[in-house]
């Protein structure tokens, strides 16, 4: 609750002595005290109630205050029933603090004062808030958007005096509340820890809230689900979900404040729902150039439908962009081996992804339009003008994009792949390819095809969670996805079986060591470094691996055999 409530009650006999500006602060509890230092019994946010018996001479009363303030406490109320006034030199300290003061009747009682509070800051509180949370609840469902999630995170900052923010599978804040924003922000690597638990606990089944320990400081986060019955497996919307996290442990909390955040999450899957649905039109336009370019339309024909496409994702007065194309797979897997389909699932993925990850706000997403064929997602994002110019040398900005390439495959992993990994482990693996950036529509077919081979060369990678970009085309490891599963196996075979068996038997290390030498183009003296051996006992290792082999690895031919099994293996 807040001071000006606790002014307006006239049963509470309280009378403003000084602070009108800071009445607006909430009071967390209440407490009863005339030591001189009361300290260590202060938690901040408490309203002081006091008979002055620690005031022995005027100079006390800027100690006093000044060990009320430093502790947080949300204002002093000073006693009458044994002083005629409250003393001027009180009443100076509050305000050199700006510290509320109120005199309290001589026929109030603290304890009605104590009373009054407690009930009101634990019991009606949370039903006010339930109240609050009720009527806007009604308002989204039966009308247009009551101001998005940040309008029922800031009732639980102002309300419940709890930090919390919306978060998206990849960790990037959606929303957060004022409150949230008063404090400390979320660093990113937390919000990407406490989005990675979240899919881990979806991911085994287990109920929210999970209470997740950062540092010092503990969360709890709550799943948003729909309103609806929900998917009849977990892994179709796992990797889209939104999360609610709370900085506080909801581990002692009563059943009534559980059920009131449980429609909080509620209350922001209406608003998810509300946006998921007005990115119909981006879609359908991705699915129309998608079909275009795939059946050979003409480049005129693409071109004109790029010029629809363009107002919806980037509003505003704009040139005509650069595009570039994002491909994405999600295969399932479950017990028995038969696949889920994963093309909705890349879709939702997508959508979200594909935001850099200090965009906060759920708009950011609507710049993207995903289509999916099949179990592949295909993205179609605009460069606006900014990143399209970086094309041409101009400095692009974002954390998912490389200095005149647009988006950027090993940025884009670096932001997703922790999250996503946890929510895919066990049974799922998610590879990515991204594009060159193309400067018209008749690029476009030759981009999505770009797309497409550099996912293949991620899929050849090990990991959950994997990406490859349009640079990365134009090297050997482009070649080693196409090559058959038994001729990739024959061949690393006869190269590495024999040093495998070696190893086994004896210890000794010879995989790792041609990897180093290889690792050092060669270098006798960096490679004996990089593995802590004497550069003799690295030339009898190096020995040892042609004698077994028979091949010379003083030699290119032989080099690149050895580094492409390695590659393939």
């Not at 039903?127 to 009527?135: F, H, I, M, P, Q």
């Not at 706000?361 to 900014?386: F, N």
């Not at 690895?553 to 293996?569: H, P």
Request: with cysteine; aromatic share 4%; net charge negative.
């Amino acid at each position: 609750m807040r001071l000006r409530a606790l002014l307006e009650t006239e049963a509470l006999g309280l009378r403003l002595l000084g602070g009108e500006d800071e009445l607006d602060r909430t009071v967390r509890g209440v407490m009863t005290t005339d030591l001189r230092d009361p300290s260590r019994y202060l938690s901040g946010g408490e309203l002081v109630l006091t008979g002055l018996a620690w005031r022995r001479e005027p100079a006390d009363s800027e100690r006093f205050v000044r060990i009320l303030a430093a502790a947080g406490v949300a204002g002093l109320a000073a006693g009458e029933a044994e002083i005629s006034s409250t003393p001027d030199d009180l009443v100076e300290a509050c305000a050199r603090h700006r510290l509320p003061l109120f005199s309290v009747d001589e026929k109030v009682s603290f304890a009605s004062i104590t009373e009054y509070v407690v009930r009101q800051v634990s019991g009606e509180r949370a039903g006010d808030l339930a109240a609050v949370v009720d009527r806007h609840r009604r308002l989204m469902t039966s009308g247009p958007a009551g101001g998005g999630p940040e309008v029922v995170l800031d009732l639980l900052g102002s309300d419940l005096d709890l930090r919390a923010w919306v978060l998206s599978p990849t960790g990037r804040v959606i929303a957060g509340s004022s409150l949230a924003g008063t404090g400390p922000a979320l660093p990113p690597e937390v919000a990407a820890t406490l989005a990675g638990e979240q899919l881990a606990a979806a991911r085994s089944g287990r109920r929210g809230p999970h209470r997740v320990l950062s540092g010092t400081t503990t969360y709890s986060l709550f799943p948003i689900r729909g309103a609806g019955a929900g998917p009849s497996d977990v892994r179709e919307t796992v990797l889209s979900d939104w999360l609610l996290a709370v900085e506080a442990d909801a581990g002692d909390w009563p059943a009534e404040r559980l059920d009131l955040l449980h429609g909080v999450t509620q209350l922001i899957a209406v608003e998810r729902e509300r946006r998921d649905a007005a990115r119909t039109v981006r879609r359908r336009l991705a699915q129309e150039v998608l079909e275009l370019v795939q059946t050979n339309a003409s480049p005129a024909e693409i071109a004109a439908r790029l010029r629809v496409a363009a107002p919806v994702l980037l509003p505003g007065p704009v040139t005509a962009p650069h595009w570039q194309v994002v491909v994405a797979k999600v295969e399932w897997t479950d017990g028995e081996g038969e696949e889920l389909a994963g093309g909705p699932v890349a879709q939702s993925l997508l959508e979200e992804a594909l935001v850099a990850p200090e965009a906060v706000g759920a708009e950011p997403s609507d710049r993207i339009a995903v289509a999916h064929t099949g179990d592949e997602a295909v993205a179609l994002v605009p460069l606006p003008a900014t990143v399209a110019d970086a094309v041409t040398g101009t400095e692009q900005p974002g954390d998912v994009s490389d200095s005149g390439s647009g988006l950027h495959a090993d940025a884009l992993l670096a932001v997703i792949r922790a999250p996503l990994s946890k929510g895919l482990d066990g049974d799922g693996r998610l590879t990515l390819g991204v594009s060159a950036p193309v400067l018209s529509a008749e690029g476009l077919r030759g981009a999505l095809e770009e797309a497409r081979h550099a996912r293949r060369v991620a899929a050849a990678r090990p990991g959950r969670v994997c990406a490859a970009g349009h640079q990365e085309l134009a090297s050997h490891v482009l070649l080693l996805p196409f090559v058959p599963d038994d001729v990739r196996r024959a061949f690393t075979a006869r190269l590495l079986d024999p040093l495998r068996e070696y190893d086994h038997r004896h210890r000794a290390e010879l995989i790792p060591t041609l990897e180093a030498f290889l690792d050092s183009d060669g270098s006798w003296t960096r490679c004996a470094t990089r593995l802590h051996l004497h550069v003799n006992t690295l030339r009898y290792r190096v020995g040892r691996i042609e004698q077994l082999t028979g091949r010379d690895l003083s030699r290119l031919e032989d080099k690149l055999d050895f580094f492409l099994a390695l590659r393939m293996s």
